[in-house]
């Protein structure tokens, strides 16, 4: 049984920074491309930034040199460091891998 965990969201002001941690289980994590999603009320899921097995990494025009995204595969984690943030990175967020998906965990940026 696959499963995803979320954690480290929370309410923070502009300019603030979070750390989001996505704990998998039930899968060979290192095998696995696995990417972090944001969908805010009213709008569609979209990818945020993703990490190969290879370590190659791609991230949405508007997070970049914001955000960097890690994986520990010793720990089956995958992790997002969240800069400088602003009002409109306001979402939740959910970790993706292979089809599954975490329940995901709300980032509130107030300005």
């Known amino acids: 049984q696959v499963q995803l965990v979320e954690s480290g969201g929370g309410l923070v002001q502009a300019g603030g920074s979070l750390r989001l941690s996505c704990a998998a289980s039930g899968i060979i994590f290192s095998d696995n491309a696995v990417g972090w999603y944001r969908q805010a009320p009213g709008k569609e899921r979209e990818l945020v930034a993703r990490i190969r097995s290879s370590g190659s990494t791609y991230y949405k025009d508007s997070v970049k040199g914001r955000f960097t995204i890690s994986r520990d595969n010793a720990k089956t984690t995958l992790y997002l460091q969240m800069n400088s943030l602003k009002p409109e990175d306001t979402a939740m967020y959910y970790c993706?891998?292979?089809?599954?998906w975490g329940q995901g965990t709300q980032v509130t940026v107030s300005s």
């Open positions: 993706g891998l292979a089809g599954y």
